[in-house]
């Protein structure tokens, strides 16, 4: 069969390594062209360069999208999300523990029904790519057919993705709890299914500490020792609430954090989400196994569990991911997730610059998930994963991108008042999955 080939001309940026926290990026971090080509050829970059230097070897009868006014980049990539909590976002006025019990176990109790997961699933899938969003790990549900909706859905799309089934095993509805070896059994049972098939990779998904037995996690780090090549996502040291009753239920283990290391689930694949409330000696021991830990600032704020401290995980050289954490999380949109990320980082006196911010959305996450030789950036050979912003998506944002003197300003202007709406296009596996109304 012929290729199937286009070449998407415009600006377009993309980073080759972390700018750094300066108001310049670092040397050679940013590649920014003003009149790119991105030449797809079926799922894959085949090249990149300046127009006008790819010109000349283009087929004659390529098909052209111009991008003149707006900027390419790399698709924005999700370190941890719950599609199941979907319908439940912006449910009003609680902290962790009463939240889960009162909104987030209920609604995920309806995903035993195959055919309401399969829905939800494509509702979630038109929203992250509406949002820009070409990749994420995804928490499904304790369902194992949560999970093969959801992949399902995600390889009929093309698109890369990491999920799993929640293992819970106590202190949850009856509906919802597995048992330690069952759930670890449907566990294997859908990584044969669907780890490493298309673009699919499968996450262990203990829930936190507080839902699973001892067995449960001694149980998942056996899996995760013969199988490393496996993600595991799990919650870590969220809220205060959540961290007294860890340390209720594990009196032998010396803090949150020991319970995971004690069952082998901290590991350079594995992701934390949250990790506020952490000492410098956490932080390195997390460091130190090369694992990475989400920053949810949306959901963060939403929920009221505390600000983030960005620079102390930089100190420690532990390596941060940026999250929506949706249902918590009040955004799906990326630019959503960086404008909160600089105002928790204000209440810090770290403010993040657009640099940082659009480096953790591509290359950052894609180099903490260990993703980074596929996605996460625009170079030839990777994969054809692309977000198309408009700098003049409203009134508004038009007005003030018109000031705008450098691509500094902009994109900072893009992660501030940017959302589901600047999103032009995306492209994902080499196809265009979504287009704004004009
Ligand atoms: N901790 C355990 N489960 C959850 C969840 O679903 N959302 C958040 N934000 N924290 C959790
Ligand atoms: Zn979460």
Not at 105 to 129: G, K, M, N, S
């Amino acid at each position: 069969p012929q290729p199937h080939m286009r070449l998407l001309r415009g600006p377009l940026l993309s980073f080759d390594a972390d700018p750094g926290e300066g108001d310049t990026p670092a040397a050679g971090s940013v590649r920014h062209l003003e009149d790119g080509a991105v030449w797809l050829v079926d799922g894959h970059i085949h090249a990149v360069a300046d127009h006008a230097e790819l010109a000349p070897h283009l087929p004659a009868d390529i098909e052209t999208v111009d991008y003149g006014d707006k900027l390419m980049m790399p698709g924005f990539i999700d370190s941890h999300v719950h599609y199941a909590q979907l319908d439940i976002m912006a449910s009003y006025g609680r902290q962790l523990l009463d939240w889960l019990n009162d909104y987030t176990f209920p609604e995920e109790c309806r995903f035993a029904e195959r055919a309401h997961a399969e829905a939800v699933a494509e509702a979630f899938l038109d929203e992250t790519l509406r949002a820009g969003t070409t990749t994420a790990q995804v928490f499904c549900t304790s369902h194992p057919g949560s999970v093969d909706a959801f992949f399902g859905a995600a390889k009929a799309r093309g698109l890369r993705m990491l999920a799993g089934k929640v293992l819970m095993d106590r202190h949850a509805p009856e509906a919802l709890v597995d048992d330690p070896l069952g759930g670890l059994a449907d566990s294997e049972r859908l990584i044969g299914d669907w780890h490493g098939r298309d673009r699919l990779g499968y996450s262990l998904t203990p829930r936190f500490a507080p839902t699973s037995s001892r067995e449960q996690l001694e149980a998942t780090g056996a899996v995760l020792r013969n199988a490393p090549d496996l993600h595991l996502q799990t919650h870590l040291s969220e809220n205060e609430g959540e961290i007294a009753w860890v340390a209720e239920l594990f009196p032998e283990c010396q803090d949150y954090l020991g319970v995971y290391e004690r069952y082998g689930l901290v590991g350079p694949r594995s992701t934390f989400a949250h990790g506020i409330h952490l000492d410098q000696p956490m932080r390195r021991r997390l460091a130190e196994a090369g694992a990475n830990v989400a920053f949810c600032p949306t959901s963060n704020l939403f929920l009221g569990s505390g600000l983030f401290d960005r620079l102390a995980c930089r100190e420690a050289e532990l390596a941060t991911t940026l999250a929506s954490d949706v249902g918590a999380g009040t955004d799906l949109s990326g630019l959503a997730t960086l404008k909160a990320a600089y105002q928790v980082g204000q209440l810090r006196g770290q403010p993040l610059t657009a640099w940082q911010g659009f480096y953790r959305l591509t290359l950052g996450n894609a180099r903490a998930l260990h993703l980074d030789d596929r996605i996460g950036r625009l170079r030839q050979g990777g994969e054809a994963d692309l977000v198309v912003l408009d700098p003049q998506a409203t009134p508004l944002l038009a007005r003030r991108t018109a000031r705008c003197r450098t691509l500094a300003e902009t994109l900072f202007a893009l992660m501030m008042l940017g959302d589901d709406r600047t999103v032009y296009a995306t492209w994902a596996n080499g196809r265009r999955v979504h287009q704004r109304d004009a």
